[in-house]
Structures are given as C-alpha cells and as structure tokens.
C-alpha cells in the first residue's frame, strides 16, 4: 500500500471537498459515515461506462433500500444523481476509484481516512 503516492492529491481532502455542500446535514458520525458512503459509491458510479451506470443504481437501490419505502428509495436515488452530476462538472479529471474510507470522530472534529487506486494513465480524461 503507498501511502499519498508524490504528484497524487489527497483522495481524503478530494472527498471532504466533494461532500461539502452536504456536509451541514451531517452532524454525527452516523449522518457522517452514511453520507460519505452513499458519495462513495456516486463517486465510483461517475467514473464507470455511462451504459452501466444505471443497472448499477437499480441494484444498489433494491439491495441496499430493500424494505424501505419507496420514497425513501426515490430520495436516495436522486441524491446519487446530483452526486454523480458533481463528480462530472467538478472533479471530472480525478479517475481515482475510491476503495475505502474510515471516519474518526476526534472528539472535536472527525478526520477523514481515504483508501484509493493511483490514477490510471490509460483512462482517458
């Protein structure tokens, strides 16, 4: 494992930034964890072939939502849509699949761990 490979940005700094304007509708660690893991998979989705995009979503949405109801389903849908439209209009070079991520609440703020692929110089850009 390279830990922050030199000329490779900081994937934890990347994903803060991505989140941002959510960020003040996640105020516990919970919220926290729940919001960076639904902007993971976002992220990950906006990187993949556009045709296969959206079998994807489906079964997220009827695997991980499975019970829930279908507004619920709907909401998380369309929060992985504005995610993903994001990704694409600001981060749109950064072709780095994001593997892992672990939260620590520090007592005074959480810090944010980021485990990545390197960019991939034949992903075209």
């Given at each position: 494992?390279?830990t922050?490979p ?7 700094e ?18 926290r ?21 959206q ?15 279908p ?5 998380t849908r369309?929060i992985?849509d ?6 694409q209009?600001?981060?749109a ?7 892992d ?8 703020q959480?810090?944010l761990?980021?485990?990545?692929t ?8």
């Open positions: 494992m390279v922050n030199k000329g490779e940005v900081k994937m934890s990347v994903l803060e930034e991505f989140v941002e304007p959510y960020l003040d509708f996640a105020q516990n660690r919970n919220q964890e729940k919001l960076f893991s639904i902007a993971v998979i976002a992220w990950n989705l906006a990187i993949m072939p556009e045709n296969e995009r079998p994807m979503i489906d079964q997220l949405i009827k695997v991980g939502l499975k019970g829930n109801d507004l619920a389903q709907q909401d369309e992985i504005e995610l993903i439209a994001r990704k209009k600001f981060f070079k950064n072709k780095r699949y994001i593997v991520f672990q939260l620590q609440d520090t007592g005074k959480f810090h761990s980021v485990a990545s390197l960019s991939n110089p034949l992903v075209a850009n």
